[in-house]
């Protein structure tokens, strides 16, 4: 079985392996990448799933903006990558870490999250299309979800989704 666990210093080589082998090598050029570059990831939001020694999972979020930094952005979380070990899918280890990681960006008084990703995957959790909401990012016209955590959150807030850092 697996526990969930915060990701440490140590984990980094162990994460990045598992994305590598679960994404493939083209991973780092997705547009999501972008909003990553130059960013730390939320360490608190920095979950893995431990099955012993070994990460068989792994989830991390990263700030970004609605709108830029000089002009008041609004403050959001971009959730991803989400990923399990090929050979470990399908045993509930991608389940428990979104649930737990919503739970504690809730808990941390995170209001919003966004996330590239699949609609059939991710409406369990209450994603929905982030257009609708009047949220883009002109890369990713379709995939780009979003979850208030906060109900009301996004009342009145439209515009691009934009990088922490320019
Ligand atoms: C997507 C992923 C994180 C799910 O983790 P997991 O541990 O395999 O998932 P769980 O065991 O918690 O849940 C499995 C459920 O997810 C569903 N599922 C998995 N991938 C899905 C997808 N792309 N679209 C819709 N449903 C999907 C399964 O059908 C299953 O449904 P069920 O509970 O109704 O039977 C994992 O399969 C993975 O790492 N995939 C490759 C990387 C990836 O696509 N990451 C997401 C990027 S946005």
């Known amino acids: 079985m ?3 666990d915060r ?3 140590d984990d980094d080589a162990a994460v990045e392996a598992l994305l590598d082998r679960a994404f493939g090598p083209g991973r780092l050029e997705k547009t999501s990448y ?3 570059q130059g960013v730390a990831a939320i360490p608190e939001l920095s979950l893995v799933a431990r099955d012993g020694e070994a990460i068989v999972g792994t989830i991390r979020y990263w700030p970004a903006l609605i709108g ?3 002009r008041g952005g609004v403050p959001v979380l971009l959730l991803g990558p ?7 899918q399908g045993e509930g280890t ?3 870490l979104v649930r737990r990681s919503l739970r504690l960006a809730r808990r941390a008084g995170h209001e919003v999250v966004f996330l590239v990703g699949d609609r059939g995957y991710y409406d369990r959790y209450g994603f929905e299309p982030a257009g609708k909401r009047g949220v883009v990012m002109p ?5 780009l979800l979003v ?4 109900l009301g959150a996004l009342q009145g807030i439209r515009g691009v989704l934009c990088p922490w850092k320019g």
Do not use: S, W, Y
Not at 82 to 88: D, H, N, Q, T, W
Not at 147 to 150: M, Q, S, V
């Open 2 to 4: 697996f526990r969930i």
């Open 7 to 9: 990701q440490t210093p």
């Open 34 to 36: 972008r909003f990553r």
């Open 68 to 70: 830029e930094r000089l």
């Open 82 to 88: 989400l990923a399990v070990e090929p050979g470990r």
């Open 94 to 96: 991608g389940d428990a």
């Open 139 to 143: 890369d990713e016209p379709k995939r």
């Open 147 to 150: 979850r208030e955590l906060r």
